[in-house]
């Protein structure tokens, strides 16, 4: 093998290397906070079904690595039924285009494989539905920007299916709520 060729593939192995690495497991986790209507509640979050996060009492900080999984999160809070929400990653562009500029497609893979080229939003908001409302002007200025925020979340994700399927559901969900709410008590 000709000394052209050993440094052509030490380079490759080093940019191999290099790529691999980038992805690294140990990188802080990303800061999302967390806040509820009421304040004080305390709030779950689950990824693929797994715990990967608490805040108690909210507002509160969760932390949790970047991937391509939506973040399940549900809260607590008494006199209030359970609040959830979805939180769906989206794809960095600048972190995917250096991974592919590092390492083409090997270093897009290793971008992918580790969630290094997704990010979560800075923050996220919960509320949790009262037992009971004075009239249904109320009850109805309650559900109607939560729900339009849930609709905006949907129209725009793109190619998240998990993410969206738990988005609607979260809405049919808030649908019930609302129709099944105490007014009046």
């Not at 050993?6 to 806040?35: D, F, K, Q, Y």
């Not at 979805?86 to 083409?104: E, M, Q």
């Not at 309650?142 to 809405?171: C, K, W, Y």
């Amino acid at each position: 093998m000709s000394l052209r060729s050993c440094r052509a593939v030490l380079a490759g192995a080093g940019l191999v290397l290099t790529v691999a690495c980038a992805g690294n497991p140990s990188e802080p986790p990303v800061r999302i906070a967390v806040t509820t209507t009421p304040v004080g509640a305390t709030c779950e979050a689950r990824r693929d079904g797994q715990a990967v996060g608490r805040v108690a009492p909210t507002p509160g900080l969760l932390r949790v690595t970047n991937s391509a999984s939506p973040i399940q999160v549900s809260c607590d809070a008494p006199a209030h039924a359970t609040g959830r929400t979805v939180i769906a990653s989206r794809t960095d562009g600048s972190t995917a285009g250096l991974y592919f500029l590092a390492g083409g497609l090997i270093g897009l893979a290793a971008a992918s494989a580790t969630g290094a080229m997704y990010a979560y939003p800075a923050d996220t908001h919960v509320a949790l539905v009262p037992q009971s409302f004075p009239d249904v002007t109320q009850r109805d200025a309650f559900f109607d920007p939560i729900i339009a925020r849930l609709r905006e979340q949907v129209s725009g994700t793109t190619n998240d299916a998990p993410a969206v399927t738990l988005m609607e559901a979260e809405i049919v969900r808030l649908e019930g709520l609302r129709q099944a709410a105490r007014i009046g008590v």
